[in-house]
C-alpha cells in the first residue's frame, strides 16, 4: 500500500537534490528494487522492532523497514540535511506511529546499543583516517561509510541486524584492514551480495562504484555466509544463484581480505606470495614530488626509469615514446627511490575498466640501478624494507603466473575495484620459487606467447590438465 507513496517521496526528494549538496553530502538515494531488496534480508519476526536508519535521505530504508514490522515498532532516523530529514518524516509517518526524525550529524547524536534493526544506505566519501572511539578501544577508518558502519555494529543490541548498501572496497586493500579486522570480531556476518553491475541499480544516481549489500548481526559467527557473488535486484536473492560458505574459507591472510567465492581447488595446494619469499611493494617514485629530477636525456651518472608506459605485454621496454621522462639524474641518488639491478616482474597498480585483465605483469631485467613509478608495484625477494632482486627465472616464472587466467579470476574474486593492491597480491597463491624457475623453463616470456599457451603450459606443469 504505502510502498509506492514511500517510493514516490524519494523519486520527489532525488529530483530536487541540490548539486551542491548531493556532492557535498553523497546524497545518492536508494531505489525502491534495491531498498526492498535489502530490508528483506532482515530476520521476520513477529515481535516489535527498534528500527535505526543512519543518513536517512527520503527515510525509504527505514519506511520499508517498518512496514514490514510488527505493530508497536519504532524508527529513530537521522539525517543531517533539513530537506531530507523532512522527507524522512513524511514517509515514516505513514508506517509508523513512533517516529524520531534528528535532523543532525550522526557524529553529533549518542547512540545506545538498543535497536533490533539498523539499516543505512551511508555517504561513500574518502576521508583521512580517523579514529573513531568503540568499547574496545578505537578503529581507524579512512572512508565515511566504514565510520558509518562502525556506529551502526555499535548500535545493534544482542541479537539485533544490521544491514548496509555499501561499496565493496572495505572487503581488501590496506585501507580497510582496521575496520575489516574490527568489524568481523565485533559480529556475525551472515549475508555478502555483490551486485554485478553497478549501473543498473543506482541508475538515476550516476553512482559508479561496485555496490552491495552486507547484513551483520550481534551475535557469534553464523555457521555459514550466505554469498550472492552476482547479485541483481530484479528479481528476489533468494531466487538468485548463492553459496552458503564457512567464512573461513572466505578469509584470507592476517588482513583478512573477504572473498566473494572460495578459491578455486586448483589454487588450494599454493602458499601466498609473502610465504613463498616473494615481496611486492610499491615504485617509490612519486613525480610530482621529484619532478626535479625527471629527465627527457640520459645522464652518464643517473639511472633509468619505469612508469607503466614501458610495460609492454610481458615485456619492459627502456627508453619508450611517451610524453614521461624516461630518465633520472644522480640527484635521484640521495632520494631513497633507487632500486638494485637485477630481475624483478612489474606489476600495474591500475588498470582501466576496459582492459581486459586486471593485472599486468611484465618481466624486467635491468643491468644497472633504476627508478619505478609509484604507478607500478614491483615483486623482490627482500622486505618492505630492503629491496632484493629475484633470481632471473624466478621473475620470468613469476611473469607467466600472474599472466595466467586463473591468477586474472582469482584477483577479481578479490577485489572489485580496478586497483591492484600490493596488500592483496601477497595474499595471491603462487607456486615456489623453484616451480616458477620449471615454468620459466617451458616457455618463454615473449609477446608472441598466446594466454592459451600460457594457461595450458601452466595447467600440465601443475597436472590440471592431462599432458596430450
Ligand atoms: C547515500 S545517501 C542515502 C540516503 C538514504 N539512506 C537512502 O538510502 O536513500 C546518504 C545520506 O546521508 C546523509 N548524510 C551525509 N553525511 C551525514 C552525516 N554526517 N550525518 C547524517 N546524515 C548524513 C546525506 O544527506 C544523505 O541523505
Redesign the pocket.
Known sequence: MTSKTIAQI?NEAAASLSPKRQQQ??????PMPVAEQAVGLFTPTDDPVRIL?L????G??SAVTASRSASGSSVVA????TE?ARASESSLRQVCDDVEVINK???DVLLDARFDRVI????YKKISPTVISTSGGGVKVTN?YTAFLVMAIQAMDDGGECVA?IPRSWMNGDYFKDFRKWMLNECSLDVLAVYGSRHEHFKDMNILQEIMLVKMSKRQQAEKVTVYAEASPVEPLEDQPHESVALKALLMGRDRIVRVRQQDPRLSGFKTMADQGLWVSTGKLVWFRNRDVLSDVEDPNGHPLYWSDNQNGMMTLHPVECDREQWVTEKADTRNIVLPAGSYCLVNRFSAKEQQRRIHASYLHSGVEFVADNKLNYVHQGTSRHTVPLDDRVARGLTLWLSSSIVDEWYRQVSGSTQVNATDLRQLPCPSKAQLAVLADSLPVDNDVSQSRIDETIGRLFSWVQAS
Request: proline share 7%.
Open positions: 524519494r553530502w553523497e546524497q545518492f538515494l536508494t536508519d543518513g536517512s535521505g527520503s525509504i530504508l537521522i539525517e543531517q540535511d531530507l550529524s550522526v557524529f543505512l544506505n551511508p555517504p565515511l548498501i
